[in-house]
């Protein structure tokens, strides 16, 4: 019964429901992640509505990109960071969710061979890397910034010996994209499949709390 009262309030189907998801994710906040509490941070972090992703992240985004640095990487969240991006898009998804989860993800492949040793590449998962590149803005433009760096690491598995063939074609896919990028020759939608790029309506609807609040922000 407690865990079917907390997936309601999650849900955020109704303004008192959102109200009580926005005040838990502000005492999170307080009292801060930790190497215990961190699945929850998570799925506050991944959630829909703004309201939760802001109260739990706090008002100040300048850290949005080290969110996680407390935590060492691990299976569950990079799958979860994939997951994240691969069930939203570009026009989607919010874009401090989507700072926190792209930073993250640099971490575990800054070293691109112990980060594919805790979680395997696909090609799966450069594609959805790859639909949030933005050619029209610039390459120091955070988002790019950051997809750019993991491109880079991964290519860089190049370098080592004994690459198993199907590895390889796999670095040699991440730096495609990443040549992609830079090329104004090249649409990345040459070299990315086009179902990416259909992208799902930007209309979203989500519930606010009610005005008042019962923790100090």
Same mark, same amino acid.
């Given at each position: 019964?407690? =865990?079917?009262?907390?997936?309601? &309030?999650?849900?955020?189907?109704?303004?008192?429901?959102?109200?009580?998801?926005?005040?838990?994710?502000? &005492?999170?906040?307080?009292?801060?992640?930790?190497?215990?509490?961190?699945?929850?941070?998570?799925?506050?972090?991944?959630?829909?509505?703004?309201?939760?992703?802001?109260?739990?992240?706090?008002?100040?985004?300048?850290?949005?990109?080290?969110?996680?640095?407390? =935590?060492?990487?691990?299976?569950?969240?990079?799958?979860?960071?994939?997951?994240?991006?691969?069930?939203?898009?570009?026009?989607?998804?919010?874009?401090?969710?989507?700072? =926190?989860?792209?930073?993250?993800?640099?971490?575990?492949?800054?070293?691109?061979?112990?980060? =594919?040793?805790?979680?395997?590449?696909? &090609?799966?998962?450069?594609?959805?890397?790859?639909?949030?590149?933005?050619?029209?803005?610039?390459?120091?433009?955070?988002?790019?910034?950051?997809?750019?760096?993991?491109?880079?690491?991964?290519?860089?598995?190049?370098?080592?010996?004994?690459?198993?063939?199907?590895?390889?074609?796999?670095?040699?896919?991440?730096?495609?994209?990443?040549?992609?990028?830079?090329?104004?020759?090249?649409?990345?939608?040459?070299?990315?499949?086009?179902?990416?790029?259909?992208?799902?309506?930007?209309?979203?609807?989500?519930?606010?709390?009610?005005?008042?609040? &019962?923790?100090?922000?």
């Amino acid at each position: 019964m407690t =865990v079917d009262i907390v997936s309601e &309030f999650f849900r955020c189907e109704t303004d008192y429901s959102t109200e009580v998801a926005v005040e838990y994710a502000k &005492f999170l906040h307080h009292e801060k992640i930790n190497n215990e509490n961190y699945p929850i941070f998570m799925e506050l972090v991944c959630h829909e509505n703004p309201n939760v992703i802001n109260a739990i992240l706090g008002e100040e985004s300048d850290d949005d990109e080290t969110y996680f640095s407390v =935590v060492q990487p691990n299976a569950f969240l990079i799958k979860k960071c994939f997951e994240n991006l691969s069930n939203s898009s570009p026009n989607r998804l919010n874009s401090r969710t989507l700072t =926190v989860v792209l930073g993250l993800l640099r971490r575990n492949y800054d070293d691109a061979r112990q980060g =594919v040793e805790l979680c395997p590449l696909t &090609f799966e998962h450069l594609n959805t890397l790859g639909k949030y590149l933005d050619k029209s803005a610039q390459q120091s433009e955070l988002t790019n910034r950051i997809l750019l760096d993991i491109f880079a690491n991964i290519s860089e598995l190049s370098s080592l010996v004994g690459l198993d063939p199907e590895m390889e074609k796999m670095v040699a896919y991440a730096n495609r994209i990443r040549n992609a990028f830079f090329d104004r020759r090249v649409e990345l939608e040459s070299v990315l499949p086009s179902e990416l790029f259909r992208e799902a309506a930007t209309s979203q609807s989500f519930k606010n709390p009610r005005n008042f609040r &019962f923790l100090d922000q």
